[in-house]
């Protein structure tokens, strides 16, 4: 089982930048490909980014592609979400998750779930 926490959240200014982190449990973290959603209220979870358990191959929306970057630690079992020249619509609740096999666009693949950190854009 793998418990996941994130952290680095908070408010900024259209322009800004923020970098999340996701801190894994367990001693097969680099069993699981990762992946970054984010839910705004009012609408569904999507998917934001993922990257492979090697983390050599890595996979965006097409919102943020360009502007976020999704990178890992295999030896500190963390998950880093680089967010730059952010936009109010990415005003969300990012959430880090786990899954077994390859990196996944939909939600409902991974298996594990952090309790998500809030990101908020003002103009």
């Known amino acids: 089982q793998v418990q996941l926490v994130e952290s680095g959240g908070g408010l900024v200014q259209v322009g800004g930048s923020l970098r999340l982190s996701c801190a894994a449990s367990?001693?097969?973290?680099?069993?699981?490909?990762m992946g970054w959603f984010r839910q705004a209220p009012g609408k569904e979870r999507e998917f934001v980014a993922a990257i492979s358990r090697s983390g050599g191959s890595t996979y965006y929306a097409d919102s943020v592609k360009d502007r976020f970057a999704i990178s890992r630690d295999n030896a500190k079992n963390m998950v880093y979400l680089q967010m730059n020249s952010l936009k109010a619509e990415d005003t969300a609740v990012y959430y880090c998750?786990?899954?077994?096999?390859?990196?996944?666009?939909?939600?409902?693949?991974?298996?594990?779930w952090g309790q998500g950190t809030q990101v908020t854009v003002s103009s």
């Open positions: 998750a786990a899954d077994r096999g390859f990196p996944q666009v939909a939600p409902n693949k991974y298996d594990y």
């Open positions: 367990g001693r097969t973290f680099s069993s699981y490909a």
